[in-house]
Structures are given as structure tokens and as C-alpha cells.
């Protein structure tokens, strides 16, 4: 069956250090992969797609790669801030094209 | 425009009630998504419209949840005879155009609680 797996546990760094938050998906052939961002109560919101010819893209202070041979994502935060503090949801399109289906998403915690 | 609109923002009911949500997605997009999600999982995907046509259902919508887009603007999602294992929180989502390569715009969701 088609997974999307994130780590479940929180990850708590400190400020300034660099987040890195995995995503880990079996029986997709996506070719395109999105990460969002959802703070309690509130619904997810977009941050970045990457393509499966790319192998890392940029926004700020945020960068996301793409292995799939790996079948693997990584996202990275970049000199975190208290304010990073959310969970982050990897989510893929069922190979079909028209589902898009989200991971459990891992909390992330910046300590000031 | 201001976004993916839900309402209510919650909705406390006893079980056994019918209730209904409404969403109203970003004005000229065409393809509507309604998902569940409950604490400390991702959103689980429900059933999507593309204009006014409900192109897939999860299995996870039973018999007693039904989706309609009428017009292809708003939706609502109804709920009848709920029980204590609908508690959750229901998110609506829209994007301009179909395909992967599109982002999806959220409401705030509708947070059920049946007692």
C-alpha cells in the first residue's frame, strides 16, 4: 500500500541551529512533492514543491531535496527561530494524479 | 478574496445528531477537497470535487457522510448520526487547477466534537 512516513516524535533543537525533518514515502512515483506547514488549530499551509528533476530547492531560509531513488525528502530550516515552531506535513499525489495525501506530519520545537 | 472560508469554526453536538459543514473555496478554483484530521495525525483525505463533480471518495467516508458541491462554489459536508469516533477536526481545501504540480489552499477547518 502507498505510505508517506514522518518521523512522529517532536524534534526540539535551538535557536539558531538548522532543523531537519524527514519525509519517507513507499509505492508512490511522484514527480512532484509538497511541504506544509500547520500551527495548532489551524489549517496546513503551502511552503514549497519541488520537482523530481530537482534535487534541492530554496525558499529563504528554507531548502527541501528530493532523492528518489531514496524515495526520501528532506526539509531543512535554516538558523531556526521560536517562531518556526509548528508540525511540518510532506505530502505527494496518489500516482493517479488527483489525491493528494498528506504524512503524519513531525512537530518541530525551537527553544529560545 | 480571503481564502478558503469554513463554517462553523466548531461545532459541539450529542451523538446520534446530524450536523453540516460548509466551505467556501477561493473564488475560480475548480477542484475542492474535504479531509479529516485528528490530534497528532496528517489530514486524511475524504473526497474531492472538480467543479461540481465528486470524482473519488475515500473508503474512510462511510455511508453516513455525504459531500455535495452544488454549482461548483461552495460545498458542504454532512454528517448523519454521528458517534464520538467523528470528533475531529474537518479541513477544506481548494486549488486553482488540477494536476501535482498545484498547491492546495486550506480553510481554518471546522473542529467536531460529539459528546
Known amino acids: 500500500s502507498q505510505k508517506i512516513e514522518q518521523n512522529s516524535e517532536a524534534l526540539n533543537i535551538q535557536e539558531g541551529k538548522t532543523a531537519t525533518l524527514t519525509c519517507n514515502y513507499t509505492?508512490?512515483?511522484?514527480?512532484?512533492l509538497q511541504w506544509y506547514r500547520q500551527d495548532p488549530g489551524r489549517g496546513p499551509v503551502f511552503l514549497l514543491l519541488?520537482?523530481?528533476?530537482?534535487k534541492e530547492k530554496r525558499k529563504e531560509r528554507l531548502k527541501v531535496t528530493f532523492d528518489t531513488t531514496l524515495k526520501q525528502s528532506l526539509f531543512h530550516i535554516t538558523a531556526s527561530q521560536p517562531a518556526d515552531s509548528a508540525t511540518y506535513l510532506c505530502?505527494?499525489?496518489?500516482?493517479?494524479?488527483?489525491?493528494?495525501?498528506f504524512g503524519g506530519g513531525t512537530r518541530l520545537m525551537v527553544k529560545p | 478574496d480571503t481564502g478558503v472560508s469554513q463554517d462553523p469554526r466548531h461545532k459541539i453536538t450529542k451523538r446520534g445528531q446530524n450536523v453540516t459543514f460548509r466551505c467556501d473555496p477561493i473564488?475560480?478554483?475548480?477542484?475542492l477537497y474535504w479531509y479529516r484530521q485528528t490530534l497528532g495525525q496528517g489530514p486524511e483525505f475524504l473526497t474531492y470535487?472538480?467543479?461540481?463533480?465528486?470524482?473519488?471518495k475515500s473508503r474512510l467516508l462511510s455511508d453516513r457522510f455525504s459531500a455535495e458541491r452544488p454549482k461548483g462554489s461552495f460545498s458542504t459536508l454532512e454528517i448523519q448520526r454521528t458517534e464520538q469516533g467523528d470528533s475531529a477536526m474537518y479541513l477544506c481545501?481548494?486549488?486553482?487547477?488540477?494536476?501535482?504540480?498545484?498547491?492546495?489552499?486550506f480553510g481554518q477547518g471546522t473542529r467536531l466534537t460529539v459528546v
Open positions: 473564488s475560480e478554483h475548480n477542484r
Open positions: 470535487f472538480q467543479n461540481e463533480a465528486q470524482l473519488e
Open positions: 509505492n508512490y512515483s511522484p514527480a512532484y
Open positions: 481545501a481548494s486549488s486553482f487547477r488540477p494536476g501535482p504540480n498545484t498547491e492546495a489552499f
Open positions: 505530502a505527494l499525489y496518489n500516482n493517479a494524479g488527483n489525491m493528494l495525501t
Open positions: 519541488i520537482r523530481e528533476n530537482e
